[in-house]
Nanobody, 115 residues
């Protein structure tokens, strides 16, 4: 079964940085748009950043200017560089294609930002 595997989360102080990675089998991310999603406790999962197959990026306003999505097609890996982290960024972070495929959801990686 195809699944994405997220890594790189952790506990960080406000203002700090983390780099998330997401790998999937096959060439899923090279042929499709990819996205990073997050789900905070009590909230729905939301798309926060996306990158098209030709490298165009989009961000929600809450992370624009602080987060950067990128991908390495040769490694079939998508990254999320997160800078100037805030406590409200605390969530489980997931990657998937965009629009998401149900069968591709992984376990996610927990990001906790302390104040």
């Amino acid at each position: 079964q195809v699944q994405s595997v997220e890594s790189g989360g952790g506990l960080v102080q406000a203002g700090g940085s983390l780099r998330l990675s997401c790998a999937a089998s096959g060439s899923i991310f090279s042929g499709n748009a990819a996205g990073w999603y997050r789900q905070a406790p009590g909230n729905q999962r939301e798309l926060i950043a996306s990158i098209s197959s030709d490298g165009r990026t989009n961000y929600v306003s809450s992370v624009k200017g602080r987060f950067t999505i990128s991908k390495d097609n040769a490694k079939n890996t998508v990254y999320l560089q997160m800078n100037s982290l805030k406590p409200e960024d605390t969530a489980v972070y997931y990657c998937n294609v965009y629009p998401p495929w149900t069968q591709l959801w992984g376990q996610g990686t927990q990001v906790t930002v302390s104040s």
